[in-house]
Every structure is written in structure tokens, then in C-alpha cells.
């Protein structure tokens, strides 16, 4: 149970371009999901919090204009990065928790690798 | 936010050696998680501390939480090729349902 389904798995795209990154909880319901950033032999670091049916939460130095999230439904959460950039290429993996306790753990979905040329 | 210090950055060992990851904090910790990130792979849950001076065991891992819940270590007996990968400790503090990561230990496992 509690599998996170995460596409793209890799996406390779020219300067400028918009890319939208999907998140899926398969088998649960997941009221909120986290948007993070990998980047190479460094840690997970937290973009934002999807919170369905409202506004995501941002992390400080994060531009909401230019990684717009949408969480529809209980199930689906949607990182946009808008007109990318080289600087933008990073490995984004996205989580959910499958419960309401604060102390639940977090099932990651597999990532997804973007290469900005 | 929540901070947290995770050492040692890198970890070589002999395989049958065994391996340690700590995590400090400088706040009272509601809980820590600890995941599991293999080479190319996604973070995969681990456990969770919640009690003061809590030890939990699964086969070779040993896990603690320090009795002020500032601290917690991963401890692998006699590792084994498998355990490769880079190993986090995740805390959120009181109230928080947000996890703030280590920067993890790199385990690296010599056959």
C-alpha cells in the first residue's frame, strides 16, 4: 500500500519551455503533498506543501510564479515550472503522507529528473 | 525552520563492518524519521521515533532516540552490499507536520 506514482521520469527541454510534473496517490487519499528538490549529492529540500483544494505553501526564497502547484483532487498534486531555465535543471520528487497525524511518515514518488538545454 | 546536523557526510566500510549515522538537533524533536535512499532511487521510509529514549530494532538496524529527543543514530551490524545508498533522519518539530532532512550519510560498501 501506499504507493506514490510520479511522471515524468525524465524530461529534456529547451530554455523557456513550461514543464508540468504529476503526482498521484494510488491507493490513498492524501490531503496534502510536498514538492522537493534534489539536487546532486545533496539533500531534500522542501519547495512547498500541496494542500487540496487551497493554496500551496512555499518555502522561503521559493517563486510561487515560477513553480505554480494545482492539487485538484485528494489524489493528484501538479508541479508546473514555468518558462525553465538551465539554473531550473534539478531532480523534483514529490511526497505524500497517508494519514492526517502529523507523525505520519512520507511515501515519495520516484522522481523526476529535468534537464533545461 | 527545524534544523537539523546529520554526520557523517560519507561512510566507506569493509563489507561485515558495521556503520553509524547520527542527528543532532539543538531543539526538542516531536518525532524523527528515518529514510533510505538507494543510488538513482526515491526516499523510502524507514521508521519513526516518537518516545524518549526509544530503541527500535528491524534485523540488522538499530535505531535510538536520545532521551532529551534532540538526537537520534542509525546503527548497521555487519553490513552487507545491500545497504548501499544515503541514509536521511527526518524531524519535524512540535506542531509541524513538515519534515526538515539531514543531508544525509553516503554509505559505501566494499565487497
Known amino acids: 500500500g501506499a504507493v506514490v506514482s510520479q511522471h515524468p521520469s525524465w524530461v529534456i527541454c529547451k530554455s523557456g519551455t513550461s514543464v508540468k510534473i504529476e503526482c498521484r496517490s494510488l491507493?490513498?487519499?492524501?490531503?496534502?503533498m510536498f514538492w522537493y528538490r534534489q539536487f546532486p549529492k545533496q539533500s531534500l529540500m522542501l519547495m512547498a506543501t500541496?494542500?487540496?483544494?487551497?493554496?500551496?505553501?512555499?518555502e522561503q526564497g521559493v517563486e510561487k510564479d515560477k513553480f505554480l502547484i494545482n492539487h485538484a483532487s485528494l489524489t493528484l498534486s501538479t508541479l508546473t515550472v514555468t518558462s525553465a531555465h538551465p539554473e531550473d535543471s534539478s531532480f523534483y520528487i514529490c511526497?505524500?503522507?497517508?494519514?492526517?497525524?502529523?507523525?505520519?511518515?512520507?511515501?515519495f514518488g520516484d522522481g523526476t529528473r529535468l534537464s533545461i538545454l | 525552520g527545524q534544523q537539523v546536523m546529520q554526520i557523517p557526510q560519507y561512510q566507506h566500510v569493509q563489507e561485515g563492518e558495521d556503520f553509524t549515522t547520527y542527528c543532532n538537533s539543538s531543539?526538542?524533536?516531536?518525532?524523527i524519521q528515518w529514510y533510505k535512499q538507494r543510488p538513482g532511487g526515491h526516499p523510502v521510509f524507514l521508521i519513526q521515533?516518537?518516545?524518549?529514549?526509544e530503541v527500535k530494532k528491524q534485523k540488522r538496524l538499530t535505531f535510538q532516540f536520545g532521551e532529551a529527543k534532540k538526537n537520534s543514530s542509525l546503527h548497521i551490524t555487519a553490513t552487507q552490499t545491500t545497504d548501499v545508498g544515503t541514509y536521511f533522519c527526518?524531524?519535524?518539530?512540535?506542531?509541524?507536520?513538515?519534515?526538515?532532512f539531514g543531508k544525509g550519510t553516503k554509505l559505501s560498501v566494499i565487497p
Open positions: 511526497s505524500a503522507r497517508d494519514g492526517p497525524g502529523a507523525y505520519q511518515p512520507q511515501h
Open positions: 491507493d490513498f487519499q492524501a490531503t496534502t
Open positions: 500541496s494542500n487540496e483544494g487551497s493554496k500551496a505553501t512555499y
Open positions: 531543539t526538542t524533536l516531536s518525532n
Open positions: 521515533l516518537v518516545k524518549s529514549g
Open positions: 527526518a524531524v519535524s518539530g512540535a506542531g509541524s507536520y513538515q519534515l526538515t
